[in-house]
């Protein structure tokens, strides 16, 4: 058999072809269903069995009460792209019951909307949302919160932190579709973060803003400068690392180590953890 030059077939591709000739190949795997097994093991989600989280519900709920998101995607030069974006939980977009789609939206100006919609023209394109709790359920675990004494001094610092990596694909939408899901995916973003923030108000209670609210034309024009985003999502994990592979009194010490410090959220998590 003729030896490959694989040099040659490097330059004469291109990095940014063959990145692009791989993606093309995943995209015959788009249609997996929900959490679908796979032996692949590369690209996950890092979490050791003390914290992994594998409870679907707990994941959804996660989902549910996350704030800013991070979507990542490789666009049409290879160049890996990372974009912050607001997400929710849209049950009107899934084919099933079984399936889970995530709606968010970005400016057409922001060029990350001009990748997506440019991938989005030869199907759905392969992403990774990642999920943090809001408030940030994260903070610098200190070795000061340890018993260093009885540890003979062998202790060091760490990070406890609660996440959700979503994979799957993305879809673009437009109001010039005539479908209705862009409308659809901003009243969903709406009603949720107008609710979030009236929780926090002293008292509760106040006026829960609606796009409806707002003059249908001037709607209407402001969805022309934005893109909806449907996000059907093959595989779901997560993790949650609160020292659960410490001993209970030094999970009770970090506890009070992160309250003290100011990191209530995860303060929280960890005692609610032991």
Known sequence: MKKIDWTAFTVGLGFGGIIASILMSLRSRANLPYAAASNDNKNKLYAPPAFRVTDREKLFESIRTSGLAILTFVDRAGVMRAVHLPTV???????????????????????????????????????????????????????NFYDKEAAGGRVVPTWDYT??????????????????????????????????????????????????????????????????????????????????????????????????????????AVALAI
Do not use: C
């Open 89 to 143: 939980i849209m049950p009107t977009l899934s084919d099933d019951e079984s399936s889970l789609v995530i709606g968010a939206h970005l400016a057409r100006a922001n060029q990350n909307a001009q990748e997506l919609l440019y991938s989005s023209s030869a199907g759905p394109t392969q992403a990774l949302l990642i999920f943090q709790l809001t408030p940030p359920h994260e903070g610098y675990v200190s070795a």
């Open 163 to 268: 996440t959700v990596h979503a994979r799957g694909t993305i879809t673009t939408h437009s109001s010039e579709d005539g479908d209705g899901k862009l409308l659809q995916i901003l009243n969903a973003l709406t009603n949720k973060f107008e609710a979030q923030a009236i929780a926090k108000k002293p008292g509760g209670g106040g006026h829960l803003w609606k796009v409806a609210d707002a003059p249908a034309e001037y709607v209407n024009q402001h969805m022309k400068s934005i893109i909806g985003l449907s996000f059907k999502v093959s595989s779901l994990e997560g993790a949650d690392k609160l020292s659960q592979n410490k001993s209970v009194e030094t999970r009770q010490r970090v506890a009070a180590g992160l309250r003290n410090s100011g990191s209530i959220a995860v303060a929280e």
